[in-house]
């Protein structure tokens, strides 16, 4: 499993005639999977999920998950973009949300009509075009589309963003994601926030929690890994610099909590897993 994207967006279709899988891993991109033949198996955290013909599939940029393909030929179009394209360019919380935002009955696949798949269909291939070509504002058209999409997707069966983003709080959360995903190299405390966005210390506890499926500490930690194994696994950079870049004030501080989430430590991690970016390709 390959994936490095130096562009914001990203997005390729592949069809798999013979076994390919992908071992469990998590990466800093938000993925939305449109299957169009065959039918593969996600474990995503604790949760395994099917994802057949006319469906999609929503993963958060923070979710440890697996693939497993079942059912050949496997056809799929793969969208990946970053925290930051998707949380800046998606205006409407409850479009954003469904990327972003992980309470615990999430539904994570998403079924549509034959008529909305054709239309998904036709837009993927619009934003395939604007990526390839890369004319004059593809960034902006980019993110069009894809909020076209998620606009259809909600018209189409508007309960599933409302069970996520009609919880109160939502919108005041998902500016403080966006805050993370600008500034998780800094230090950043919830009494910071609170005073930052004018909520008690308590309230923005209980409802990041609630809305994100983590708890504070925990989603700024998996943004700094996350943005880690990437550099690890793709970048020359000294593993003291990567840290740096992190957040961490010592090698051994972030050598500490790299190896308690990920089991090993970050040398090992990028003897493992180190790939030239030049030949990196995306294999989902």
């Known amino acids: 499993m390959n994936v490095h994207q130096q562009d914001p967006i990203h997005i390729y279709y592949k069809a798999s005639h013979f076994s390919d899988g992908m071992g469990a891993h998590i990466h800093h991109l938000y993925e939305m999977i449109f299957v169009e033949e065959g039918v593969a198996e996600f474990e995503i955290g604790d949760k395994v999920v099917h994802v057949r013909r006319n469906q999609i599939i929503f993963i958060s940029s923070l979710e440890r998950h697996s693939l497993r393909i079942l059912q050949y030929p496997y056809k799929r179009t793969v969208i990946?973009?970053?925290?930051?394209?998707?949380?800046?360019?998606?205006?409407?919380?409850?479009?954003?949300a469904i990327l972003s935002h992980r309470p615990a009955d999430f539904p994570y696949v998403?079924?549509?009509?034959?008529?909305?798949?054709?239309?998904?269909?036709?837009?993927?291939?619009?934003?395939?075009?604007?990526?390839?070509?890369?004319?004059?504002?593809?960034l902006s058209r980019s993110a069009a589309i894809?909020?076209?999409?998620?606009?259809?997707?909600?018209r189409y069966n508007p309960h599933y963003f409302d069970e996520v983003a009609r919880k109160q709080g939502t919108p005041?959360?998902?500016e403080i994601q966006k805050y993370i995903s600008e500034h998780f190299q800094?230090?950043?405390s919830l009494e910071y926030l609170a005073e930052k966005f004018f909520f008690s210390t308590s309230y923005i506890s209980r409802k990041f929690k609630s809305i994100t499926?983590?708890?504070?500490?925990?989603?700024?930690?998996l943004n700094r890994l996350s943005?880690?194994?990437e550099q690890l696994r793709y970048s020359g950079k000294s593993i003291s610099q990567i840290a740096e870049e992190c957040g961490y004030s010592t090698l051994n501080q972030f050598t500490r909590i790299f190896t308690q989430y990920e089991s090993k430590a970050p040398s090992a991690y990028r003897q493992e897993f180190h790939q030239d970016p030049a030949g990196a390709e995306a294999d989902w």
Do not use: C, Q
Not at 86 to 96: C, G, Q, R
Not at 111 to 138: A, C, G
Not at 146 to 154: F, H, W
């Open 172 to 174: 005041v959360i998902l």
């Open 80 to 96: 990946t973009m970053t925290s930051g394209f998707a949380l800046f360019n998606i205006k409407e919380p409850a479009l954003v």
């Open 110 to 138: 998403f079924s549509l009509s034959d008529e909305l798949s054709k239309k998904i269909k036709r837009l993927m291939t619009d934003l395939i075009n604007e990526y390839e070509l890369k004319d004059y504002f593809w």
């Open 213 to 221: 499926g983590y708890n504070l500490k925990h989603y700024i930690i």
């Open 227 to 229: 943005y880690a194994k």
């Open 146 to 154: 894809v909020s076209g999409m998620l606009i259809d997707i909600y």
């Open 186 to 188: 800094e230090e950043i």
